[in-house]
T-cell receptor, first 114, second 112 residues
Framework: DAMVIQNPRYQVTQFGKPVTLSCSQT?????MYWYQQKSSQAPKLLFH???????NEADTPDNFQSRRPNTSFCFLDIRSPGLGDAAMYLC?????????????FGPGTRLTVL | QKEVEQDPGPLSVPEGAIVSLNCTYSNSAFQYFMWYRQYSRKGPELLMY????GNKEDGRFTAQVDKSSKYISLFIRDSQPSDSATYLC????????????FGTGTRLKVLA
């Protein structure tokens, strides 16, 4: 089945220790998104790629970076995680051409910062 | 004012009840409307997707869009305990941004 895959599902890191979360998709969608979601809150968009064009949200901290080496893969790098970065990180994809398709989410990576 | 407003609940209903979940929005450019179900500690799962106005039905779920009132609804018939989750509405416009705006989610509990 076509899908959005995130690895790892659970990540534990230490305060200040860099971490990379990965996302892959078999949907061949041209847009990929990273969201941060904290408990009982809506997903908060961090950035998205339209093909190779990177779009950063104005309030996304510099501590968060992303890479999209090809259509299928996207990475979220947190350079120096703080306690406030503990959250669920969701990757999503959509297809945008003449119309915008809906958005499909991966299962998420739950990040714990010790 | 937020672009998308959604009552956070929690909403508790008995098994078998009809559930009505709602979102209002302010941006008249929104054309794509989605409902997601999210179980605790899981990613959102797409339930319903509607383009522009009208109704869409899928099994026990019906999505309605009223663009004149800027109001969308999700109805769940014959609700089951397994429907207990958080329901997120999301919407997007046809203009250039490719971004989806989410409501804060309504937490639903269906009591057996």
């Amino acid at each position: 089945d076509a899908m959005v895959i995130q690895n790892p599902r659970y990540q534990v890191t230490q305060f200040g220790k860099p971490v990379t979360l990965s996302c892959s998709q078999t949907l061949n969608h041209n847009v990929m998104y990273w969201y941060q979601q904290k408990s009982s809150q809506a997903p908060k968009l961090l950035f998205h790629y339209y093909d190779k064009d990177f779009n950063n949200e104005a309030d996304t901290p510099d501590n968060f970076q992303s890479r999209r080496p090809n259509t299928s893969f996207c990475f979220l790098d947190i350079r120096s995680p703080g306690l406030g970065d503990a959250a669920m990180y969701l990757c999503a994809t959509s297809r945008r051409d003449r119309r915008q398709d809906t958005q499909y989410f991966g299962p998420g990576t739950r990040l714990t910062v010790l | 004012q937020k672009e998308v407003e959604q009552d956070p609940g929690p909403l508790s209903v008995p098994e078998g009840a009809i559930v009505s979940l709602n979102c209002t929005y302010s941006n008249s450019a929104f054309q794509y409307f989605m409902w997601y179900r999210q179980y605790s500690r899981k990613g959102p799962e797409l339930l319903m997707y509607t383009y522009s106005s009208g109704n869409k039905e899928d099994g026990r779920f019906t999505a309605q869009v009223d663009k004149s009132s800027k109001y969308i609804s999700l109805f769940i018939r014959d609700s089951q305990p397994s429907d207990s989750a958080t329901y997120l509405c999301a919407m997007s416009s046809t203009s250039g941004t490719y971004k989806y705006i989410f409501g804060t989610g309504t937490r639903l509990k269906v009591l057996a």
